[in-house]
């Protein structure tokens, strides 16, 4: 089961975009305030102290910012991205003081991953920034203007992958299609995904080359879910759940969504973890499970898993600690 941990007051106005950890005892949570306000918008990160989250003292901005993707190699080694002024923001911590970072021009960061020095940040078009732990370099992952990334997973500096989709055709003809492409240490090329015809990739997880989560979405009903294990993509069902289930996540043997029951609005959130070959639901305190939420995440460490959601009542935060 999910406990709950104790969560600053945050601002009606937050929106939650991504959560990172660095081994079980510590975590980072980014977001953005003042959204859909009258006042600037402004890059969030809270740190788990142990005991409780806590805001992290960000660096002054001269323009409203916002945050979309966090990823942490080390305690002493947080990297967050999002956008200003129509440029990347990117912030990075060093265990001590966050710092904004100077990187080439992207267009519209979307997710950052990271492993060692080794750092990879995508957005809605077809270049990709690349950290060597030097300098950062401007990569052009894709070939066509038509197409994006908008998720990353890495396992080592020879694997990344990152997914998006493409536009095909024109006007009412038009369509999308998947796009997955894979980093060697070198330069991007084209990954063999699954067999998909239509639709984007909103989502990569990967433990290592062998074990692959993809979220593929190909009409409005949330993420399918599809598994490479080192020699075939598989399809994997996704769980069960009362009423209407929109998958908006998968990690390595967790997804995330939430679900609605027939001819209501009203958004559940729901957690499921692998069990073998089945998801099985993982029981939310406090009801939280019957009330309606949105901005639903997870990361995990394989041992302890964070999740996060927010409804009416404000920002909530749960940790889940595997027997």
């Not at 692998?274 to 939310?284: E, K, N, Q, Y």
């Amino acid at each position: 089961m999910f406990r709950p941990v104790p969560v600053p007051a945050l601002p009606p106005s937050t929106a939650l975009a991504d959560l990172a950890t660095a081994g079980d005892d510590h975590a980072w949570l980014a977001g953005t305030t003042g959204v859909f306000t009258s006042r600037p918008s402004a890059p969030l990160v809270l740190s788990w102290t142990g005991t409780t989250w806590q805001h992290e003292p960000l660096p002054e901005l001269p323009a409203p910012a916002s945050l979309a993707g966090i990823a942490a190699t080390a305690p002493d080694d947080v990297w967050a991205v999002g956008n200003t002024a129509g440029h990347p923001l990117v912030l990075h911590y060093d265990g001590t003081t966050w710092h904004t970072v100077t990187t080439p021009p992207i267009t519209w960061a979307k997710a950052i991953t990271a492993h060692h020095h080794d750092i990879h940040i995508v957005g809605t078009g077809r270049d990709t920034l690349h950290y060597d732990g030097t300098t950062w370099h401007l990569h052009h992952a894709l070939n066509s203007t038509r197409e994006n990334l908008t998720t990353l997973t890495t396992t080592d500096p020879h694997h990344t992958w990152a997914g998006g989709g493409g536009l095909a055709g024109a006007g009412p003809a038009s369509y999308e299609y998947p796009v997955l492409v894979h980093w060697d240490g070198t330069r991007w090329t084209d990954h063999p995904g699954p067999r998909l015809a239509r639709g984007h990739i909103a989502r990569l997880a990967a433990t290592t080359p062998d074990d692959i989560w993809l979220g593929h979405v190909r009409d409005t009903d949330g993420l399918h879910l599809h598994h490479w294990n080192g020699t075939r993509w598989t399809a994997v069902p996704s769980p069960d759940a009362p009423g209407r289930l929109s998958l908006h996540g998968i990690a390595a043997g967790w997804t995330w969504g939430v679900h609605a029951t027939h001819n209501t609005f009203e958004t559940r959130p729901t957690f499921h973890r692998r069990t073998g070959d089945t998801w099985t639901p993982v029981a939310l305190p406090h009801d939280l499970d019957r009330t309606s939420a949105f901005h639903v995440g997870l990361t995990t460490t394989g041992t302890t898993t964070w999740a996060y959601l927010k409804t009416a009542a404000g920002v909530h935060v749960l940790r889940h600690t595997a027997a």
